[in-house]
């Protein structure tokens, strides 16, 4: 079995690899050529297998050493990034990692993620909030989209900024939607809603003020689901427009005409860091 490396002996061996001559490398390194020797064995005993192989008077790489070369090209470039990254100098960033609530909708979500597109590489992770926190704090992840502003965890301070913000309100296909006023279209038509609290407590309060008990007939986590339950006509949607945005504009449904007096948020959340990710700013800054 195989024991840790000594990354020095793999040091040297990259060394000699590129150069293709000991003597040269050794000069580089600034070693005696014996002594860059006894490590390059040192190495081939800790792998098991020969590295080089002698052809005429120049070291040529075994099919063993072609593979090790390959590795420590990515283990000492992956060092140099972190020196980089940590000096803030590095050429490419890492990608941006983002946390989305997973009942946030997908329109929204493409909103934020839009400018990114071709800017750099971004990582999407869906999830329950706590746990995009919990990643957040562990600095697992850059950011998390949410519509809730969290509450300090600890000693964990959290950012949030407000980078949009919609009025909530009635979607559904044109034959549901034909009511005079507001109280008919929560008495007659059966209701899809969210679970997200902001808009559940939203439309309590409003059916508490109005008086009205409508049958809810499907409560749902997932803003896509409510937006294909409402084309198809199985009720009319709670939401905000962006969840329907295309299928308003192909007419497939239709907006109520009425103010429910509720607006749902959109946070990006962050914690302090000292080395934030470098395409963050630019980010928050083009979703304002």
Same mark, same amino acid.
């Given at each position: 079995?195989?024991?840790?490396?000594?990354?020095h002996?793999?040091?040297?061996?990259?060394? +000699? /690899?590129?150069?293709?001559?000991? !003597?040269?490398? *050794? %000069?580089?390194?600034? +070693?005696?050529?014996?002594?860059?020797?006894?490590?390059?064995?040192?190495l081939?005993?800790?792998?098991?297998?020969?590295?080089f192989?002698?052809? !005429?008077?120049?070291?040529?790489? #075994?099919?063993?050493?072609?593979?090790?070369?390959?590795?420590?090209?990515?283990?000492?470039?992956a060092? %140099?990034?972190?020196?980089? #990254?940590?000096?803030? #100098?590095?050429?490419?960033?890492?990608?941006?990692?983002? @946390?989305?609530? !997973?009942?946030?909708?997908?329109?929204?979500?493409m909103?934020?993620?839009?400018?990114?597109?071709?800017?750099?590489d971004?990582?999407?992770?869906?999830?329950?909030?706590?746990?995009?926190?919990?990643?957040?704090t *562990?600095?697992?992840l850059?950011? +998390?989209?949410?519509?809730n502003?969290? *509450?300090?965890?600890?000693?964990?301070?959290?950012?949030?900024?407000?980078? *949009?913000?919609?009025?909530? !309100?009635?979607?559904?296909?044109?034959?549901?939607?034909?009511? /005079?006023?507001?109280?008919?279209?929560?008495t007659?038509?059966?209701?899809?809603?969210? #679970?997200e609290?902001?808009?559940?407590?939203?439309?309590?309060?409003?059916?508490?003020?109005?008086?009205?008990?409508?049958?809810?007939?499907?409560d749902?986590?997932?803003?896509?689901?409510?937006?294909?339950? /409402?084309?198809d @006509? $199985?009720?009319?949607? $709670?939401?905000?427009? &962006? &969840? $329907? /945005?295309?299928?308003?504009?192909?007419? $497939?449904?239709?907006t109520?005409?009425?103010?429910? @007096?509720?607006?749902?948020?959109?946070?990006?959340?962050?914690?302090?860091?000292?080395?934030?990710?470098?395409?963050?700013?630019?980010?928050?800054?083009?979703?304002?």
């Amino acid at each position: 079995m195989i024991g840790k490396l000594n990354y020095h002996h793999l040091r040297y061996f990259h060394a +000699v /690899a590129r150069d293709g001559n000991l !003597s040269r490398a *050794a %000069d580089r390194l600034n +070693v005696a050529q014996s002594a860059l020797s006894v490590q390059i064995k040192q190495l081939e005993d800790r792998l098991g297998f020969a590295l080089f192989e002698r052809v !005429s008077r120049s070291l040529v790489l #075994t099919e063993a050493g072609r593979i090790a070369l390959d590795h420590a090209d990515r283990i000492f470039a992956a060092g %140099d990034e972190l020196v980089a #990254t940590l000096a803030q #100098t590095a050429q490419a960033a890492p990608p941006l990692r983002i @946390g989305a609530q !997973s009942t946030l909708s997908r329109n929204f979500q493409m909103q934020f993620l839009r400018p990114l597109v071709g800017a750099g590489d971004f990582v999407l992770k869906s999830g329950n909030t706590d746990g995009l926190l919990a990643d957040l704090t *562990a600095l697992k992840l850059d950011v +998390v989209l949410t519509t809730n502003v969290p *509450a300090a965890d600890g000693d964990v301070q959290f950012a949030a900024q407000l980078i *949009a913000e919609q009025a909530v !309100s009635l979607h559904g296909v044109p034959m549901r939607m034909g009511h /005079a006023t507001l109280a008919d279209v929560l008495t007659h038509e059966p209701l899809i809603l969210p #679970t997200e609290p902001v808009i559940r407590a939203g439309i309590e309060h409003l059916m508490t003020t109005l008086g009205v008990t409508p049958r809810i007939v499907a409560d749902v986590d997932d803003m896509a689901m409510v937006r294909l339950l /409402a084309r198809d @006509g $199985v009720g009319v949607a $709670v939401a905000p427009p &962006v &969840v $329907v /945005a295309d299928e308003v504009a192909r007419g $497939v449904l239709v907006t109520a005409p009425f103010n429910l @007096g509720i607006k749902e948020p959109f946070f990006a959340v962050t914690v302090p860091r000292k080395f934030p990710h470098p395409a963050l700013a630019d980010a928050l800054a083009r979703n304002v």
